[in-house]
T-cell receptor, first 113, second 113 residues
Framework: DGGITQSPKYLFRKEGQNVTLSCEQNLNHDAMYWYRQDPGQGLRLIYYSQIVNDFQKGDIAEGYSVSREKKESFPLTVTSAQKNPTAFYLC????????????FGEGSWLTVV | SQELEQSPQSLIVQEGKNLTINCTSSKTLYGLYWYKQKYGEGLIFLMMLQKGGEEKSHEKITAKLDEKKQQSSLHITASQPSHAGIYLCGADKMGGATNKLIFGTGTLLAVQP
């Protein structure tokens, strides 16, 4: 089945450790996105990539890093510099930009203790 | 900066009743998306509206974008327990050219059998 796969679903890490969230899509989409969801704040854009080997910062990129070495993969690293990393992270993709429908994965829960 | 206001924040209806959720912006909406989310899960795409006055329907859900493109409504007819969840509206913040979405804070819908 075509779709967006995020892993792991649940992740616990100690404060100060970096953690990488995986996002893979087999929809042949050019654009991919990472959003963060916190209670009462809706979704906020962390990073996005319109094409392989290119990515741009979103609204809350500080403390995060990404790579886009393959079209189907867009991993997100939450670094120790992120002050409040505990959140629900959502990966998304679209065929392109400018009015193309954006589809989301099932999300990953990250808890930092 | 553009913000999306959703109302109501939460809603409890009896099964079989109709309901409406609103999404309002202070600026013109380009690429207005409606998604449904179960708590802790990914977003399910419902509909996307782009033109002023546009209306789309899928099963018992109808979404409209007003002529001025500053308000959208989501109407559910004869609600069922399967309609329960969080409804989110999202809009392209850069005039429809980038797919960088901003989101409302969501409307929590509960349907009582």
């Amino acid at each position: 089945d075509g779709g967006i796969t995020q892993s792991p679903k649940y992740l616990f890490r100690k404060e100060g450790q970096n953690v990488t969230l995986s996002c893979e899509q087999n929809l042949n989409h050019d654009a991919m996105y990472w959003y963060r969801q916190d209670p009462g704040q809706g979704l906020r854009l962390i990073y996005y990539s319109q094409i392989v080997n290119d990515f741009q910062k979103g609204d809350i990129a500080e403390g995060y890093s990404v790579s886009r070495e393959k079209k189907e993969s867009f991993p997100l690293t939450v670094t120790s510099a992120q002050k409040n990393p505990t959140a629900f992270y959502l990966c998304a993709s679209s065929r392109g930009v400018g009015g193309n429908t954006i589809y989301f994965g099932e999300g990953s829960w990250l808890t930092v203790v | 900066s553009q913000e999306l206001e959703q109302s109501p924040q939460s809603l409890i209806v009896q099964e079989g009743k109709n309901l409406t959720i609103n999404c309002t912006s202070s600026k013109t909406l380009y690429g207005l998306y409606w998604y449904k989310q179960k708590y802790g899960e990914g977003l399910i795409f419902l509909m996307m509206l782009q033109k002023g006055g546009e209306e789309k329907s899928h099963e018992k859900i109808t979404a409209k974008l007003d002529e001025k493109k500053q308000q959208s409504s989501l109407h559910i007819t004869a609600s069922q327990p399967s309609h329960a969840g969080i409804y989110l509206c999202g809009a392209d913040k850069m005039g429809g050219a980038t797919n960088k979405l901003i989101f409302g804070t969501g409307t929590l819908l509960a349907v009582q059998p």
